[in-house]
């Protein structure tokens, strides 16, 4: 406890400085989060997308590594459960936010992905693509535990992987799974029209809890609510065309409010990419 307040502290200090030397109000940074799931896997929440920690007995498999910059913070959350190596991690998708720890984790670990992460990663620059790649599924296999990966088509980007852990009945869903606001990553492969059958392979799944890539943990009947969402939107989207929209009223026009979506951020371009799906405009 008395630890974790002491990191706090450093945390506001370091926040506090930087807010100086760059003269802006930019907000801290909070401090990680880690809490239990269920026996052997672990949830680090904040700054950045939700990271998952298996403990298998032989070494640790860590689902997503968030920014560079957490990665000492990462360690230190793991460190505090057990003395096991961080053995492998597997990327959900190629976002930095998911998959910027990879160029730190990989001096010390396998760095798993999906293919299209490596060409995305490779392709905008990033660092730290993943030296092992799969295209369909992988697992690996240690200690106790067995982890699965298994890319169920597009949705989010179209390098998106749902993390199976068969033996505690949970899932990992990376960006596929978010409670906030959902981003379709057109320029990286996403598709909203592929996203709700995506989510319907990852419901055949036996498990009974979700992590999803941002918020909160969910049931398997909020995964299913939060699947209608997207079949609710379609259904919309779907009016709006055949009532001969144009591109820039079917934006103005398609309700998400009351599904706590917003698709007409960054130029309207989530909205845009779903009338482009729907009138054939992409391929
Ligand atoms: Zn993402």
């Known amino acids: 406890m008395r630890q974790k307040i002491m990191v706090l502290a450093l945390a506001v200090f370091v926040g506090a400085g930087l807010a100086v030397v760059t ?71 190629h976002h930095g936010d998911h998959s910027g720890g990879n160029v730190r984790f990989s001096a010390i670990a396998q760095v798993i992905a999906h293919k299209n992460v490596r060409a995305n990663i490779l392709r905008n620059d990033q660092a730290g693509p993943p030296s092992v790649i799969y295209t369909h599924e992988t697992a690996v296999f240690l200690g106790d535990a067995e982890v699965q990966a298994h890319h169920m088509g597009r949705g989010h980007t179209n390098g998106d992987s749902i993390i199976y852990f068969p033996d505690l009945g949970v899932i990992h869903g990376g960006d596929l799974i978010n409670t906030g606001n959902i981003f379709i990553d057109y320029n990286n492969g996403g598709s909203f029209l592929e996203w709700v059958d995506t989510l319907d392979r990852a419901l055949e799944l036996d498990f009974t809890t979700a992590i999803p890539g941002h918020g909160d943990i969910l049931t398997k009947d909020e995964l299913r609510a939060y699947r209608n969402k997207f079949a609710a939107l379609e259904t919309r989207a779907r009016e709006l065309v055949a009532q001969g929209m144009a591109p820039d009223e079917f934006v103005a026009n398609l309700p998400t409010d009351d599904l706590g979506w917003d698709l007409t951020g960054r130029g309207g371009a989530g909205a845009q990419g779903v009338y482009a799906e729907l009138t054939g405009a992409m391929e």
């Open 23 to 93: 003269g802006t109000s930019q907000q801290q940074a909070p401090p990680l989060e880690m809490s239990e799931v269920v026996e052997g896997l672990y949830v680090i929440m904040g700054s950045g997308g939700n990271v998952g920690v298996r403990v298998t007995g032989e070494g640790v498999i860590v689902i997503d590594d968030k920014f560079e910059r957490n990665y000492d913070e990462i360690i230190a959350n793991i460190e505090s459960v057990t003395d096991e190596p961080v053995r492998y991690v597997i990327n959900t998708h």
